[in-house]
């Protein structure tokens, strides 16, 4: 096989969960001898998203779109957003009865209903017109697949996500001074991810915030005891991981949550609340704990032997997640 398009609204310069997993997954493709193409906000023009500027969205119309995926003529296309550039690419196959994927990465409806008044199933309704048309939508855990199912979605399948073990992993230096034990937070600012519930927790520490998005200097301005560190990518990332005690994710939203293995691989315990993301991704594992009380779940959370941590992240590979996307590609000749 060769020839898939990537497309995809998220991209580089951003940093999040859905611009790791693409990349990674092209890599690992690639590896495979196969011949990867993205089609990106990086083609076009494009403008701030409103209430969200980090995000840029393509200024494109149709025409712009197919005269790129023309270009390559790939053998199957992928539509990974359901931003501008992937409900042209959606139309563009639709109009010449072509083969699509797709994937659902992000709970958009309780994302939009987080800034706006929009009823859930008004978003839900228009997420099923884009993503039911394709072969097959791909998700990432059991709990969203059977979200999704209730909802409606028709034709989902697995793809799971990986951690990076060469990058991620125990270090004997420790980057940050600050009085422990170091609680974590990784991700982007931003009223969905729920990071208040974090740093309202009255728990002994300090609070440590890596990433970057709109509610990022109220929040510095609300809780000046936590520590704000801005975007980390890379090593400077890793080394920061390694040198906490617990990760704490209080996003209600997330549909898997890759930090949540980068922190594992580290050797860093998590501390949830038991819902869709964690429940899939920890469980009962034992590498982290899940409650209702997310306070409690830190301080139960630091009790963990980092090894059990670092051995349940060992079963998670990037390979294996692109291994698992190939298989749904490759029932698109046989269904």
């Not at 083609?43 to 995926?69: N, Q």
Request: with cysteine; charged share 25%; glycine share 8%.
């Amino acid at each position: 096989m060769s020839g898939l398009m990537i497309v995809t609204d998220a991209w580089h310069p951003q940093v999040n969960g859905v611009v790791r997993s693409l990349d990674r997954l092209g890599q690992e493709l690639r590896n495979k001898g196969l011949e990867v193409h993205y089609l990106t906000p990086l083609d076009f023009k494009t403008i701030p998203c409103p209430t969200y500027p980090e995000i840029r969205l393509s200024l494109t119309m149709g025409r712009g779109v197919a005269k790129k995926i023309r270009e390559i003529d790939p053998e199957y296309v992928h539509i990974s957003t359901e931003g501008p550039l992937g409900f042209w690419a959606r139309r563009y196959c639709r109009q010449r009865d072509m083969a699509f994927t797709t994937s659902y990465h992000t709970r958009f409806p309780e994302y939009l209903a987080a800034r706006f008044p929009v009823p859930l199933s008004l978003s839900y309704a228009g997420l099923r017109w884009f993503h039911n048309p394709g072969s097959c939508c791909m998700v990432a855990t059991p709990s969203l697949k059977r979200d999704l199912q209730d909802r409606g979605f028709l034709n989902l399948r697995y793809w799971g996500r990986g951690v990076d073990l060469a990058l991620f992993h125990p270090r004997e230096k420790k980057v940050l001074d600050y009085p422990g034990p170091l609680l974590l937070y990784v991700g982007r600012v931003a009223v969905e991810k729920n990071i208040e519930a974090f740093l309202k927790l009255d728990v002994a520490g300090t609070k440590i915030v890596v990433g970057d998005g709109p509610q990022k200097a109220e929040l510095e301005a609300r809780y000046p005891d936590a520590v704000f560190l801005g975007l980390k990518e890379g090593e400077a990332l890793a080394e920061v991981y390694a040198s906490c005690d617990a990760f704490v994710f209080p996003s209600r939203t997330d549909t898997f949550g890759i930090v949540l293995l980068e922190a594992l691989a580290s050797g860093v315990p998590v501390a949830a609340y038991p819902v869709m993301g964690p429940l899939d991704v920890i469980g009962d594992s034992g590498a982290g704990v899940l409650r209702d009380d997310l306070a409690e779940a830190v301080t139960e959370a630091l009790k963990i032997d980092p090894q059990l941590c670092l051995d349940y992240a060992a079963q998670y590979s990037w390979e294996a997640s692109a291994a698992q996307f190939l298989t749904n590609i490759a029932k698109l000749t046989h269904d």
